[in-house]
């Protein structure tokens, strides 16, 4: 975790004792507002851009962040289901944000899904 806070110092030359617990406290408070930028960018400012357009794209998904989201809850001991881990992704049910926002893929979409899942893996 310390070379991804401090990557350009040595292990030796990394902050320690408060200084240390300092950097991780006011890393993971940005880090959380980025999360949560990324969020509201995703489900309230450009609800147009798809799941699968972000697949083809970059390679995860909303759906992607809620697994991501259950598994770093499951490693902190913190039980949390599917649902609910996409409930706190999406800001909704994932039934009612599919409803108000999804569309249906497109030939073109499915066809550039397929390409990026060949050329990626």
């Not at 890393?27 to 400012?45: G, I, M, Q, V």
């Not at 609800?47 to 991501?68: E, H, P, S």
């Not at 039980?79 to 009612?96: I, S």
Request: overall charge neutral; charged content about 30%; some cysteine.
């Amino acid at each position: 975790m310390g070379a991804m806070l401090f990557p350009f110092a040595s292990k030796a030359s990394r902050p320690r004792g408060t200084l240390w617990n300092k950097a991780m406290t006011d890393t993971t408070a940005l880090e959380a507002a980025a999360f949560r930028r990324l969020l509201k960018h995703l489900n309230t400012d450009r609800t147009d851009v798809q799941n699968i357009d972000l697949m083809i794209l970059a390679g995860f998904c909303r759906n992607c962040l809620a697994d991501w989201y259950r598994e770093a809850a499951a490693e902190s001991g913190i039980e949390m289901d599917k649902e609910e881990a996409r409930e706190r992704v999406y800001g909704m049910p994932f039934a009612d944000w599919k409803a108000r926002h999804q569309a249906e893929a497109t030939p073109e979409q499915l066809a550039a899904f397929k390409a990026a899942q060949e050329r990626h893996g």
